[in-house]
Structure formats: structure tokens, C-alpha cells
């Protein structure tokens, strides 16, 4: 099946800073969705992403759609507290639209 | 706005036992999941559906059924319970969508245990 390596892991970071996560895949991708899991719930959507080269952002979060379509970026910038949390990265393959495959997280760790 | 609903939250099974995880959304979405997931890593497939009475197999589908008698509703049943099917499980809906693509919304999680 299709992978998705998420990268980093994990990361501690002080509150101010400006952060970046990325996704590359084996295989192309349709549509790219971040998302953020805080503990005990469920992921929010926080991005989507429909066209390679697309740039789009939500407040204080960029994301982009790699030209090559098997990429995709997530920066946060001048993190908060609140931005604690893990990430998921999501592509959505060609052909049956089910096909999500996640990331397996970025873990966000801010220190005051 | 109710979203995609899940229950129960939290639920602890016995080895063999059967239980049915309720999902119900109110968006009218099409396509509905439901999803695994195990400490520490990302969401796995386990059915879908494109649309009422009609399901697939997704990535890890062994030991899990699934229905869809109406748009609303799509519940995932665990025949008879084994430790391996202890993790979270979300459901999850979407609405296919031409210009603005597959859009997919999670519920709040099931926490499952099985012991």
C-alpha cells in the first residue's frame, strides 16, 4: 500500500518559534488534509489542499502542495501553547476515494 | 452543529464478547469511515461506504463488520472481541466533491478495551 513518512517525530519548541513538518509519499497524491489531534480526541481538519503548488493558509498555519504531488508542508508560526498537540498529514490517492493514508504524527511540544 | 457522533466513548470487552460501535453524522456526507487507531500512530482503514448499502474493506478489516441502511448511520460490529482490536476507533464522513475534493470529518473517538 501507499506510505507516508511524516517527518519530524517529534519536537520540543519554545513558544514564539516558528515550525515545520513535512510529508513525502511513494506514490502521488490527489488531495493533501492536515490534521491535529489533541489528547482524548479526535483529529480536526486543518487544511486542505486540492492542487500541486497550492498554497494555503489558516491563521497562523501555512500548508502547501508539493509540485511533484507526492509532498506536502505544514509551518506554524510564532507557536502558542495551545499548539501542543500531534499532527497528521493525509493523502488521498487517485481512484477510489477512500483511500486516506495517514501520516504517523508529529508530536508538538512547547515549552514556555 | 452535531458533526459525526460516536458511542459509546469508552467500553471495556471481555475476550469473545460482541459489541457495535453507533456512528451517525448529520452532514448528509456521502462516504463514511471508520478508522483504528494504536498508540502512537496513525489512522488505519477498517471499512468504508460510498453511500447507503453499500461497504468495502478497507486496510484492516479481519474481525470487523459493517453496514450502511441509511446515510446517516454507519455502525461497526466486533463479533467476538480480541485483545489486538484494543485502540481507538473514529468514525468519520465526507462529501465528494468535484471543486472542493474529499473533505473528511472526524467524531470524538471510542475507546476500546479488550481484556
Known amino acids: 500500500g501507499q506510505q507516508l513518512n511524516q517527518s519530524p517525530q517529534s519536537m520540543f519548541i519554545q513558544e514564539g518559534e516558528d515550525v515545520s513538518m513535512n510529508c513525502t509519499s511513494s506514490?502521488?497524491?490527489?488531495?493533501w488534509l492536515w490534521y491535529k489531534q489533541d489528547p482524548g480526541e479526535g483529529p480536526v481538519l486543518l487544511i486542505a489542499l486540492y492542487k500541486a503548488g497550492e498554497l494555503t493558509s489558516n491563521g497562523r498555519l501555512t500548508a502547501q502542495f508539493g509540485i511533484t504531488r507526492k509532498d506536502s508542508f505544514l509551518n506554524i508560526s510564532a507557536s502558542i501553547p495551545s499548539d501542543v498537540g500531534i499532527y497528521f498529514c493525509?493523502?488521498?490517492?487517485?481512484?477510489?476515494?477512500?483511500?486516506?493514508?495517514f501520516g504517523t504524527g508529529t508530536r508538538l511540544q512547547v515549552t514556555l | 452543529n452535531a458533526g459525526v457522533t460516536q458511542t459509546p466513548k469508552f467500553r471495556i470487552l471481555k475476550i469473545g464478547q460482541s459489541m457495535t460501535l453507533q456512528c451517525t453524522q448529520d452532514m448528509n456526507h456521502n462516504y463514511m469511515y471508520w478508522y483504528r487507531q494504536d498508540p502512537g500512530m496513525g489512522l488505519k482503514l477498517i471499512y468504508y461506504?460510498?453511500?447507503?448499502?453499500?461497504?468495502d474493506k478497507g486496510e484492516v478489516p479481519n474481525g470487523y463488520n459493517v453496514s450502511r441502511s441509511t446515510t446517516e448511520d454507519f455502525p461497526l460490529r466486533l463479533e467476538l472481541a480480541a485483545p489486538s482490536q484494543t485502540s481507538v476507533y473514529f468514525c468519520a464522513s465526507s462529501y465528494r466533491d468535484r471543486v472542493s475534493g474529499n473533505t473528511i470529518y472526524f467524531g470524538e473517538g471510542s475507546w476500546l478495551t479488550v481484556v
Open positions: 461506504s460510498v453511500g447507503a448499502g453499500i461497504t
Open positions: 493525509a493523502g488521498l490517492g487517485t481512484g477510489t476515494a477512500s483511500k486516506l493514508t
Open positions: 506514490s502521488i497524491f490527489n488531495t
